[in-house]
């Protein structure tokens, strides 16, 4: 059974840089045919895909947040990470990470579904 794990501070000031791990058991995050992604949901508002780190390390990101936001990985520790910098208070948000399906389409890695979900970890960014 996969299970994932978010971890890292629940206050971050404001211009600074959120950080966060998922730590991952029951599978490894080399595993073909899955992406692990960072998902987040501001108070209020719905699910907001952030972007994925794949099998192989390749990244997408939101296109919204992609200037603000590195996904990275440990595969010694079977773990990813995100870093999303220059925070604001529209940052404050519960975060997750999870494991997604991934398929091609023309050529094109396409990534649909999530098949597990962390728990979340809520983010406050304030002074």
């Known amino acids: 059974q996969v299970q994932l794990q978010e971890s890292g501070p629940g206050l971050v000031k404001p211009s600074q840089t959120l950080s966060l791990a998922c730590t991952v058991s029951?599978?490894?995050?080399?595993?073909?045919?899955?992406?692990w992604s960072w998902i987040r949901q501001p108070p209020g508002e719905g699910l907001e895909w952030m972007g994925v780190?794949?099998?192989?390390?390749?990244?997408s990101y939101s296109p919204s947040l992609k200037s603000r936001t590195v996904i990275s990985r440990d595969t010694t520790k079977n773990h990813f990470s995100l870093q999303l910098s220059s925070v604001t208070p529209e940052d404050t948000a519960v975060y997750y990470c999870?494991?997604?399906?991934?398929?091609?389409?023309?050529?094109?890695?396409?990534?649909?579904?999530?098949?597990?979900w962390g728990q979340g970890t809520q983010v406050t960014v304030s002074s």
């Open positions: 999870a494991r997604v399906f991934r398929g091609m389409l023309s050529g094109q890695r396409v990534y649909y579904g999530v098949d597990n």
């Open positions: 029951g599978d490894s995050i080399t595993t073909n045919y899955y992406g």
């Open positions: 780190i794949d099998y192989d390390g390749d990244t």
